[in-house]
């Protein structure tokens, strides 16, 4: 399968992907943990793929997303941002609100 559509087909399983370095238990960088305490916080269910266990998606990732750094958040298939909007949204509460429109929480 074609890394563009593994990504697709990733994406397009469940609800809300967080693609990030490290996994949810075990972040391996500061942005990539904030992302999934707020992703926690709201109390919603989801997808994490760890971007160091393929360097191929890692890269391509970047280019279908047109969003060069990680994590990136998607949510019924859409990128919503990176680190710096997940936080925002949480803190503003638009990431609860999008989380329960997706039917993701």
Known sequence: MEVVDRIKDTIGSDPVVLFMKGTPDFPQCGFSAQAVAALRACGTEFSAVNIFE???????????????????????????????IIVEMYHSGELAKLLEQGDAA
């Open 54 to 84: 393929d360097p191929e998606l890692r890269e391509a990732l970047k280019s279908f997303s047109n969003w060069p750094t990680y994590p990136q958040l998607y949510v019924g298939g859409e990128l919503v941002g990176g680190c710096d």
